[in-house]
């Protein structure tokens, strides 16, 4: 239950300090006496929004300090120890403050936490009913807190381990389809690979054939600088035969006058018929080039 309320510096109010007591607690007043501010400030407990224009005039910051008593529902101090709190003697505290500058701080027991966190923690605890105010007991998201509150601890045992059997449930399931979708991926790159095994199958292929066509490939790529070095050399060799052509029939005509240099004249010709025997194997050569593939 809501013990103490605290509000400093907030619209009219100066320095307020309202204590509460298990039962009914009433506060009245006429009209215009800040009875509805007191309401705003236990709003902005609840996680309410805040503006700068709530602080009192002439003032650098407006206060609201809620102190709650225990004891607290078994599923409420589970939720608080989730979140990293601790609940000493009993005892929350739940701060709200708004500067000047727009900054909104929101503590519980002096930790600084979100508006999103006092959000959801402060209505376990707390409920505003008013004429402007909606019922958290409307709110679908509470309707099922409330009803496990109501049904104490074994109740709340029996919540925990339907959401730990769900949990593993769902672990089960995501691990499921993880190897489903492993054994989905291993068959289609069994089912490409042997495909590949089918169209290397097809080729026909013989130890040594890859080394020959690599080197085919590399006969393709050099094509047009090997057309042009035989094409080069074809016409050295074609001058090389008329010079020695020359040189033979000279000879003839000397070694008929004169047979001392029959060995040479031999030796000329063979040389002759070499250099054009080599000149028709790089003529052949030369017309099977392909410089440019296609």
């Not at 936490?113 to 709110?139: C, G, K």
């Not at 020695?244 to 000279?250: H, I, R």
Request: contains cysteine.
């Amino acid at each position: 239950m809501l013990a103490e309320l605290y509000v400093a510096d907030f619209a009219l109010i100066e320095d307020l300090r309202v204590d509460f007591y298990r039962g009914l607690n009433i506060i009245s007043g006429e009209t215009g006496a800040g009875k509805s501010l007191l309401t705003d400030a236990v709003g902005l407990l609840m996680g309410n929004r805040a503006d700068k224009e709530l602080i009192r005039c002439g003032a650098k910051r407006a206060l609201v300090e809620g102190t709650f008593a225990g004891p607290f529902s078994p599923g409420f101090l589970g939720m608080l120890t989730e979140a990293g709190f601790e609940v000493e003697d009993d005892t929350l505290i739940i701060t709200r403050e708004i500067n000047v500058e727009g900054k909104n701080l929101c503590r519980i027991n002096g930790r600084r936490v979100s508006l999103s966190v006092l959000n959801d923690i402060v209505p376990q605890i707390m409920n505003l009913h008013s004429q402007r105010e909606y019922f958290a007991f409307l709110r679908e998201d509470k309707q099922m807190a409330i009803v496990d509150y109501y049904g104490g601890q074994e109740l709340s045992g029996a919540k925990e381990e339907t959401a730990i059997a769900y949990r593993h449930w769902r672990e089960a399931e995501k691990r499921l389809k993880e190897l489903v979708t492993k054994r989905e991926e291993t068959e289609e790159k069994k089912d490409f690979l042997l495909y590949r095994i089918k169209e290397i199958e097809a080729l026909s292929l013989e130890p040594g054939e890859d080394e020959r066509l690599r080197r085919d490939i590399e006969l393709m790529r050099t094509g047009t600088r090997r057309l042009e070095l035989s094409d080069d050399i074809y016409g050295k060799l074609n001058d090389a035969t008329e010079s020695l052509y020359g040189a033979m029939e000279g000879l003839k005509s000397l070694t008929s006058m004169d047979d001392v240099l029959n060995d040479e004249k031999e030796r000329i010709t063979e040389a002759y018929y070499d250099v054009e025997d080599i000149g028709h194997t790089l003529s052949a050569y030369r017309d099977g080039i392909e410089a440019d593939p296609q």
